[in-house]
């Protein structure tokens, strides 16, 4: 089993970039997709993007769609989430997890959740 922990989270004015990491330990990283979520307070999780093993197929909510970038280095057992042009409404624990089965774009799909890494975007 793979264990996430995800840092890079920050206070950022809104406009501003961040770049999250999502550092893996385990040999089997590079089989499994991985996806982003965040959850705001008194909100529930939701989904941010994915991206597939092979790095050849990413999904993403369409509030981020053109602002925040999905990638992944197996090679350094890490994945990476760039987000550009940040909005205040993206202000939210983001989380990494691994896929599991069934749909990319649900939380039920996915296991081996990391602690989160906190967003804040002022306006």
């Known amino acids: 089993q793979v264990q996430l922990v995800e840092s890079g989270g920050g206070l950022v004015q809104a406009g501003g970039s961040l770049r999250l990491s999502c550092a893996a330990s385990?040999?089997?990283?590079?089989?499994?997709?991985l996806g982003w979520f965040r959850q705001a307070p008194g909100k529930e999780r939701e989904f941010v993007p994915a991206i597939t093993w092979s790095t050849s197929n990413t999904y993403y909510a369409d509030s981020v769609k053109g602002r925040f970038t999905i990638s992944r280095d197996n090679a350094k057992n890490t994945a990476y989430l760039q987000m550009n042009s940040l909005k205040p409404e993206d202000t939210a624990v983001y989380y990494c997890?691994?896929?599991?089965?069934?749909?990319?774009?649900?939380?039920?799909?996915?296991?081996?959740w990391g602690q989160g890494t906190q967003v804040t975007v002022s306006s």
């Open positions: 997890a691994a896929h599991i089965s069934g749909s990319v774009t649900t939380p039920r799909g996915f296991g081996s």
């Open positions: 385990g040999r089997t990283f590079s089989r499994y997709a």
